[in-house]
């Protein structure tokens, strides 16, 4: 079973558009993640969500937003896409090892394969 | 200046070589520390994660200096298979969890 899950693999859209990739974890980890990797390769975190909560909210056009229905799913809404918004977009999840019942332990992430996002 | 830095590569090495990457963070309060591989057009996926006393997994090793805020990744006896980017990966000591990543080092292990 997949652990980290996105869809669609691939997004190809016009510049003006609202499009959604959604994210889904069977992993029962509380904490999910929307990391944006450019063209130059470089991984950038834009969002993570804990319990519910926003806890880390880098500095991104507020055109994007994470929406999460329950713990389970992070989905990432953007609005009047740019196109340098083109991108691949990965969901990743992980336990918070302060919330963990082992809190010395480090919780290493798991990523979804990735979404594909081309505007034109 | 950035949080996270990495070799800038790529690396090009016969196989069988052995091959290390280095890596440094800026924040001195990082509580975890970790290698990726990422593939081509693939997801970055855990190589391993880095404890104080070092570790080791078959032929990769690493290593964690606190006071020099440094670490590192040994690849011995390196595979066509091993060809990639290496991603080192640190979890920093804020609000929340903040996984900060660096730039990634390529390396082609070549036949």
């Known amino acids: 079973d997949t652990a980290v899950s996105q869809t669609p693999k691939y997004l190809v859209t016009q510049m003006g558009n609202d499009k959604s990739i959604k994210c889904e974890q069977n992993l029962g980890h509380d904490t999910m993640y929307w990391y944006k990797q450019d063209s130059k390769k470089f991984l950038k975190i834009m969002f993570s969500y804990n319990n519910k909560e926003l806890i880390i909210n880098e500095t991104v056009p507020n055109r994007f937003s994470p929406k999460s229905p329950d713990k389970a799913h992070l989905n990432l809404h953007i609005n009047s896409l740019e196109l340098g918004d083109s991108a691949v977009y990965f969901c990743?999840?992980?336990?918070?090892?302060?919330?963990?019942?082992?809190?010395?332990?480090?919780?290493?992430?798991?990523f979804g394969p990735g979404t594909r996002l081309t505007v034109t | 200046r950035k949080e996270v830095e990495q070799d800038p590569g790529p690396f090009n090495v016969p196989e069988g070589a052995t091959v290390a990457f280095n890596c440094t963070y800026s924040n001195s309060a990082s509580q975890s520390f970790f290698w990726y591989r990422q593939d081509c057009r693939k997801e970055p996926k855990l190589l391993m994660s880095v404890y104080s006393s070092g570790n080791e997994d078959g032929r990769f090793t690493a290593q964690l200096n606190r006071a020099s805020q440094y670490i590192s990744l040994l690849i011995r006896d390196s595979k066509l298979s091993d060809s990639a980017t290496y991603l080192c990966v640190v979890r920093e000591n804020n609000y929340g969890q903040n996984f900060v990543f660096g730039p990634g080092t390529r390396l082609s292990v070549l036949p």
């Open positions: 990743a999840s992980s336990q918070d090892p302060d919330r963990g019942l082992h809190r010395s332990l480090s919780y290493e992430q798991y």
